[in-house]
């Protein structure tokens, strides 16, 4: 296995042979040299299959100060609230909110009913329990707390 950092690295720096590769440093561990033939040889095939396709470069754009506080702060809701829902019902939080619906509902533009039905692993059954809920947490609200539950935090 090769880190993200040294394959893009690597990918930068563009070793032709087996010497040039041995003088990068960075990120290269003795068990990656041992496979210093397989890299140099992968390193060659991308540069004879051209230009990266536009799409595979796309880089999204990054998100401002603003938004990335926004959802930090929806991030906290959800999961203070998820924390304390699968608490009250004695289950494991994945099981009230997988972790990639709490990801998809922090990334969500517009807190609709919608929208939020059409997160993957939503599902009828959690729409219909929470639906109301994870529009009142996305919108900046706090739900009251059921009678003997703990008030989540803002």
């Known amino acids: 296995?090769?880190?993200?950092?040294?394959?893009?690295?690597l990918a930068q720096r563009?070793?032709?042979?087996?010497?040039?590769l041995r003088r990068i440093k960075r990120g290269i561990s003795p068990r990656l040299a041992e496979s210093g033939e397989r890299l140099v040889d992968a390193i060659a095939a991308g540069l004879a299959d051209g230009a990266v396709p536009a799409s595979d470069r796309a880089v999204e754009a990054?998100?401002?100060?603003?938004?990335?506080?926004?959802?930090?702060?929806?991030?906290?809701?959800l999961s203070a609230w998820r924390r304390a829902e699968a608490t009250a019902r004695g289950l494991?939080?994945?099981?009230?909110?997988?972790?990639?619906?709490?990801?998809?509902?922090v990334a969500l533009e517009a807190a609709?009913?919608?929208?939020?039905?059409?997160?993957?692993?939503?599902g009828a059954g959690r729409y219909a329990r929470y639906g109301?809920?994870?529009?009142?947490?996305?919108?900046?609200e706090l739900p009251a707390p059921a009678q003997g539950e703990a008030e989540i935090e803002a």
Request: hydrophobic share 45%; proline share 3%; charged share 30%.
């Open 1 to 9: 296995m090769v880190g993200n950092e040294t394959l893009l690295f």
């Open 14 to 20: 563009k070793p032709a042979s087996l010497d040039e």
């Open 62 to 77: 990054r998100l401002d100060r603003a938004t990335l506080a926004a959802r930090r702060a929806r991030e906290k809701r």
């Open 92 to 105: 494991d939080e994945q099981v009230v909110l997988p972790g990639h619906c709490l990801a998809e509902l």
């Open 112 to 122: 609709d009913a919608r929208a939020i039905a059409e997160v993957r692993g939503i």
């Open 132 to 140: 109301a809920t994870l529009q009142a947490l996305l919108e900046g």
